[in-house]
């Protein structure tokens, strides 16, 4: 079974205008970490957020925020205000604290165009 | 604070060639992951090294492909033999030893294609 599900391959958004970016994820682990990244057309991963799993608030970092639902367990991106330079690749992830190993399980991402 | 250093940035190589990938961690990291990125995918765990050792190599194909993580130096990926199946885009990301979160820092990624 897949670990980290984004069902959106491509998704479309007008300028100035907020978009959720779905991510779904599946674990037993009590204790998980969830990220988003952005990978721009020039190939670089850039951090963006961090909810971790026994944070009791969702995270939010200037225009994203984390809509955490952990009895769903998902984990969506919300972008307020739409810039055209948000138009790249997201990337969720998953980190489990089981066997040691701080791996990184990344879904298939979801391509973001912000049209003018 | 220089970030993640990777490189070379594009490297060619012909089928049954070496290739060499390096990276520096960000200064005062001591753990190293390599991630493999094929196109249209999302990128996929390889090896977690820190100083002088492999904790999980769980994601490294069983040949062909060796990581090692000196006591001094970058970190080096080493793929020989060289096929076109190889060709993709390996990040190198590190972190701090312990911290809440382990915030993973990539490097710019070394896009390897082989002919």
Redo the contacts between chains.
Sequence with gaps: AQK?TQTQPGMFVQEKEAVTLDCTYDTSDPSY?L?W?KQPSS?????LI?Q?SYDQQNATEGRYSLNFQKARKSANLVISASQLGDSAMY?C?M?EAQ???????????TKLTVNP | NAGVMQNPRHLVRRRGQEARLRCSPMKGHSHVYWYRQLPEEGLKFMVYLQKENIIDESGMPKERFSAEFPKEGPSILRIQQVVRGDSAAYFCASSPAGGTRNEQFFGPGTRLTVL
Aim: glycine content about 28%; hydrophobic content about 40%.
């Design positions: 980290i970490g990220f990244y190939g670089e991963m850039i951090f961090y971790g990337f992830a980190r066997g040691g190993s701080e791996k990184l399980v990344f879904g298939k991402g």
